[in-house]
């Protein structure tokens, strides 16, 4: 059974909540495990409230015309999902679904907002939750208009590397279990450019590919590259 009080904790969210009112609100959170590829909602559902991520990793896409899938965000351990549509009643905006097995608690939004009138710092952590979700859906208009497959592909590398890499010197190793297609749909193209974005990023000497190990030759080369 999960610890709803210790997944609560470890949420910007709920994390500085005194002892009583996070016991209570865990007391009403709704535990429920996703297998991998199991959708939690659809874009356009009516939202009744938001998710704490406990274990797992969590994606929102959206689906283009064509039918490519185009991934906005992906959450993990300690992360709330659908914060937008808990407050302001409108249908969720994205598709969700799990990348891996995963567990989420649900929060209904009565509560929600119960907690934002008794505990303002609640408010403020919800604003800073939310303008961060700003920033990063705006970086990622901003990538896929401004910036080509190459350079998306090494921001997104650079992104993986500080997440979970490992130093030395100016490298930066760091293992990718991603498929091309998963990486595809995170940076806006198909497998076939990225096989070749990944190829050209290669033999600019900026990156090496062992299997699943990627290392990163040059992190301020590949900075410069991605335009960051």
Same mark, same amino acid.
């Given at each position: 059974?999960t610890?709803?009080?210790?997944?609560l904790?470890r949420?910007?969210?709920f994390?500085?909540?005194?002892d009583? &009112?996070?016991e /209570?609100l @865990?007391s009403?959170? #709704?535990?429920?495990?996703l297998? %991998?590829?199991?959708?939690?909602?659809? *874009?356009?559902?009516?939202?009744r409230?938001?998710?704490?991520?406990?274990?797992g990793?969590?994606?929102?896409y959206?689906?283009?015309?064509?039918?490519?899938?185009?991934?906005?965000h992906?959450?993990r351990?300690?992360?709330?999902?659908?914060e937008?549509p808990?407050?302001?009643?409108?249908?969720t905006?994205a598709?969700?679904?799990?990348?891996t097995?995963?567990?989420?608690?649900f929060?209904?939004?009565?509560?929600?907002?119960?907690?934002?009138?008794d505990h &303002?710092?609640? /408010?403020? @952590?919800?604003?800073? #939750?939310?303008?961060?979700r700003l %920033?990063?859906?705006?970086d990622l208009v *901003?990538t896929?208009?401004?910036?080509?497959v190459?350079q998306?592909l090494a921001?997104?590398?650079?992104?993986?590397?500080?997440?979970?890499?490992?130093?030395?010197?100016a490298?930066?190793?760091f293992y990718?279990p991603?498929?091309?297609e998963?990486?595809?749909m995170?940076i806006?193209s198909?497998?076939?450019v990225?096989?070749r974005?990944f190829?050209?990023?290669q033999?600019?000497?900026l990156m090496a590919?062992d299997?699943?190990k990627v290392?990163?030759l040059d992190e301020?080369?590949?900075k410069?590259?991605?335009?960051?």
């Open positions: 059974m610890d709803a009080i210790a997944a904790r949420t910007a969210l994390g500085n909540l005194e009583a &009112p996070l /209570a @865990a009403r959170a #709704v535990e429920r495990r297998a %991998r590829g199991e959708l939690l909602f659809s *874009a356009g559902e009516e939202a409230g938001l998710y704490v991520v406990v274990s990793s969590l994606k929102a959206r689906m283009s015309i064509d039918g490519r899938e185009q991934i906005i992906v959450e351990e300690g992360a709330t999902i659908a937008v808990a407050f302001d009643d409108g249908p905006p598709n969700v679904s799990a990348e097995d995963s567990v989420v608690l929060i209904d939004k009565r509560d929600v907002r119960r907690l934002c009138l &303002p710092g609640i /408010a403020i @952590a919800a604003l800073k #939750v939310l303008a961060s %920033r990063r859906c705006s *901003a896929l208009s401004l910036q080509d190459s998306r921001r997104f590398l650079l992104s993986e590397a500080t997440a979970r890499g490992v130093r030395s010197g490298r930066i190793s990718l991603l498929t091309k998963q990486i595809a995170r806006g198909v497998r076939e990225v096989s974005a190829s050209k990023l033999n600019e000497g590919v299997g699943h290392t990163i301020t080369q590949m410069d590259y991605a335009g960051q």
